[in-house]
């Protein structure tokens, strides 16, 4: 017995080091995607304004992604899916760098965030499994390493473009080692429950009922995800036009968000733990608030950089907690329900920046991101109402997301 215990116990920590390595690598790939954009667009002829149209194609790619791979992950299990994925993923890098005109670099984009998207869902359904097995919180780890592989990308990119190393061939290497590293950590992944307990498959399976608060979860998941993709696109913005801050300074709003962000998800985990994941979310989702109002009010640069990275530091925690509630709905349906939420989630993060362009041209741009920080509170909020039901069959330890 004691030696069947070491075993599982060894399956399940080379699980998450598996986990672990495919958020990374998807991390990494996205950024290396997003650290050479301006070479890509300039070797594909594309203008500021169509790239926009070209980035929402991206995005609307990989919420059709999640949404097809979702329903695929409860089926088949993250651990057929996710291979499949990430080989999908690390071909699909290499296409953009391949682009010479809008069309090929549309294309290129639709299949790098479809398969993003495949990927993402499925990563994030195979977190929440091992999570669940764990019995303690883990999933803002695996965010946090996203987060890590987006830094280590920039960084590699820096020094690449620095050297003038050619973009195809510098994307070629980078799929082949996310490649690489997706096959080698394919066979820690976790046995889908039916086929590892040997319980014989239904011939017809009823498609399952939408849980009662996942579109409640969705939609929190989409106010905070709004007020990332702000906190992104418009954070320079905001202290090079309204403070007018150099370039260089106004630079560091980002970096500020960027930085604390991975903080706060290195850390989001053992505060998960000891103050519950509702008091962490509801806590965050208030700081990332008044973060929000000191940007709004602040007209001097420290002050709005030190603001931004409490942006980054309260939202770090919140969406892990969403997926991990999403998750634990119905064991039977995580992908799925992952999915939603994901999903719903990054429409959000897309609508945010476009949202606030448009606001600029009728209130100044100090005063459109109210709307994000009303969102913030209105989050902090809004998840105290959600009610998952507790799993029948299942150790009601920890509820993820659950009212106070």
């Known amino acids: 017995m004691c030696v069947m215990i070491a075993s599982m116990y060894r399956s399940l920590r080379a699980a998450r080091a598996a986990t672990f390595a495919y958020f990374a690598v998807n991390g990494f790939v996205m950024g290396t995607w997003v650290v050479h954009i301006n070479v890509i667009t300039r070797q594909a002829g594309v203008g500021t ?23 695929l992950n409860d089926r088949l299990g993250p651990r057929r899916v996710i291979p499949v994925s990430a080989a999908l993923f690390s071909a699909a890098v290499i296409l953009p760098a391949l682009a010479h005109n809008v069309w090929s670099l549309a294309g290129a984009l639709a299949a790098l965030g479809f398969s993003n998207g495949c990927l993402d869902v499925s990563m994030n359904t195979h977190a929440v499994k091992v999570e669940h097995r764990y019995q303690r919180p883990i999933m803002s780890a695996f965010h946090a390493t996203w987060s890590l592989g987006g830094v280590l990308a920039s960084i590699v990119g820096a020094r690449t473009i620095s050297w003038g190393w050619p973009i195809a061939p510098t994307f070629t290497v980078i799929a082949v080692l996310a490649a690489a590293t997706s096959l080698l950590a394919a066979p820690a992944l976790l046995a889908n429950e039916a086929a590892a307990t040997g319980a014989p498959r239904p011939a017809t399976v009823p498609k399952p009922r939408v849980p009662k608060g996942v579109w409640a979860l969705a939609a929190v998941a989409m106010m905070v995800m709004l007020c990332e993709g702000v ?48 008091a962490l979310f509801r806590s965050g989702a208030t700081l990332a608030g008044l973060g929000m109002v000191t940007v709004v009010l602040s007209h001097q640069a420290t002050l709005a950089i030190a603001a931004w990275a409490a942006v980054g530091l309260g939202l770090s925690g919140c969406i892990p907690q969403l997926f991990t509630a999403a998750g634990g709905l119905d064991r039977d349906a995580a992908g799925a329900n992952v ?3 994901a999903g719903l989630g990054y429409l959000g993060m897309l609508a945010g920046p476009a949202i ?26 809004a998840v105290g109402v959600l009610r998952p039901a507790p799993q029948p069959a299942e150790r009601p330890a920890r509820q993820p997301v659950s009212a106070d």
């Open 49 to 71: 304004a169509t790239l926009g149209y070209l980035l929402l194609a991206l995005g609307g790619s990989a919420f059709v992604g999640m949404r097809l791979c979702g329903p």
């Open 231 to 278: 906190a992104y696109d418009w954070g320079t913005v905001q202290l090079r036009t309204v403070i007018h801050a150099s370039a260089a300074t106004s630079a560091l709003a980002y970096g500020a968000y960027a930085t604390a962000a991975t903080v706060g998800r290195l850390i989001a985990d053992r505060l998960a733990a000891r103050i519950g994941p509702v």
């Open 339 to 341: 999915a939603r939420v």
């Open 356 to 381: 606030i362009g448009p606001l600029t041209r009728l209130i100044a741009l100090n005063l459109a991101l109210v709307l994000p920080m009303a969102l913030c509170f209105a989050a902090a909020y």
